[in-house]
Each structure stands twice: as structure tokens, then as C-alpha cells.
């Protein structure tokens, strides 16, 4: 149990679809995150929010949008994916943006048909 | 290329083994991770470092900086070591926290 807890663990949606993944920490961190992991590729970043306010967008196409209402807790809406965004999607959160320790959540195993 | 590479890709080991796995990176950094991703693909930090030396039970992470190279080490292994260790760059800037991640060591541990 590292503190960050991302639910669903598990999501099938239909290319129409618009659906929300969930992140929360009460660790105190200043910083969430999100990155995307594809199979049998490394782990890619995909949004920093540092204090709530978004530092870092890693030329993710629109149809993902993140949303980060408070410190605690982080969304990413999801809406018109492709079967290629398929794909772990980790959370993670850290006290600071560099120099620090991330702590990461178990992760939403999402699949687009 | 990647800017972090990793080796080896898979290690198949024999419990009780001592086990090595090598990452090199080939930016300015001012920190590099390792981590442990377990089946499910919960992932949990084991070490961060920016230079020296760290041992946290029967693991231990080293770094060199001139020769931009990690290693971390895994005494007595056990089939619970069983995972996927990545490691990952934290490159120098002072906005934003990009970390650089490997394509990660599968490890399989038998007992």
C-alpha cells in the first residue's frame, strides 16, 4: 500500500464512450501525476500538476483531459479513445516536482474496443 | 535509442542467487530512480539516488556519475523478487519532475 489509490483497477469502454479515471493521496504531496504505460514499452508521462495547477502536458492528444481540483486528488476524463490507447494507466504523487521520492498507485488497466 | 537502457531484458535466477541489473543513461541528471513493478503493475519506488551508495535490506543501488551508470544488486534472492525493476532518469531542470524510464528487467526468481 504506497498511499495513492486509483480506481477503477480495471476499465473496458467503447471508442464513444466517455468515461473518468480516479487518483487520490493523502500523503500531504504537492505533486501528481500521470503517466501511460503500453506493453512492452516504458512508462510514458503523460501530465504533471504541481499545487494544482498543470506544469507539464506531454503532447497528449485532447482526448484525454486531466483535471486536478486539489492537491489530493487528480482525474483524467477520458472521451472518443482508440482501441491504441489501450493501456496501464499509473498515478502517482511525490512531495515536490524534482529531487523527490514518487509514490505510485496499483495503476487502471484500461481497454478500448 | 533509448536515453535509458537496461540490462538485461529478462534474468531468470535460482533462489538464494545474487543478481545484478544494469542501467546506463546517457543524459545530465539529477537523480535516478529504481523501482519494482509487480504483477497487476502496482509500482513501488525502491531507491532514489544521486550519487554513492544505498542498501535497504538485501538490496543495494550504486551509481556512477562520471560513467552514467546504476546498477542495482539483489543479495540471497528470493522468488518474491519476482517482478519487473525499471529504472528511471530524473533529468537536470528546475520545472516539472520528467522522469526517463527504462524499458525494465523482468526478473523470475525460482525456488
Known amino acids: 500500500e504506497t498511499g495513492v489509490t486509483q480506481t477503477p483497477r480495471h476499465l473496458v469502454m467503447g471508442m464513444t464512450n466517455k468515461k473518468s479515471l480516479k487518483c487520490e493521496q493523502h500523503l500531504g504531496h504537492n505533486a501528481m501525476y500521470w503517466y501511460k504505460q503500453s506493453a512492452k514499452k516504458p512508462l510514458e508521462l503523460m501530465f504533471v500538476y504541481n499545487f494544482k495547477e498543470q506544469t507539464e502536458n506531454n503532447s497528449v492528444p485532447s482526448r484525454f483531459s486531466p483535471e486536478c481540483p486539489n492537491s489530493s486528488h487528480l482525474f483524467l476524463h477520458l472521451h472518443t479513445l482508440q482501441p491504441e490507447d489501450s493501456a496501464l494507466y499509473l498515478c502517482a504523487s511525490s512531495k515536490r516536482v524534482v529531487n523527490t521520492e514518487a509514490f505510485f498507485g496499483q495503476g487502471t488497466r484500461l481497454t478500448v474496443v | ?111
Open chain 2, 1 to 111: 535509442k533509448n536515453e535509458v537502457e537496461q540490462s538485461p531484458q529478462n534474468l531468470t535466477a535460482q533462489e538464494g542467487e545474487f543478481i545484478t541489473i544494469n542501467c546506463s543513461y546517457s543524459v545530465g541528471i539529477s537523480a535516478l530512480h529504481w523501482l519494482q513493478q509487480h504483477p497487476g503493475g502496482g509500482i513501488v519506488s525502491l531507491f532514489m539516488l544521486s550519487s554513492g551508495k544505498k542498501k535497504h535490506g538485501r538490496l543495494i543501488a550504486t551509481i556512477n556519475i562520471q560513467e552514467k551508470h546504476s546498477s542495482l544488486h539483489i543479495t540471497a534472492s528470493h522468488p518474491r523478487d519476482s517482478a519487473v525493476y525499471i529504472c528511471a532518469v530524473e533529468g537536470v531542470q528546475t520545472s516539472g519532475s520528467r522522469l526517463t524510464f527504462g524499458e525494465g528487467t523482468q526478473l523470475t526468481v525460482n525456488p
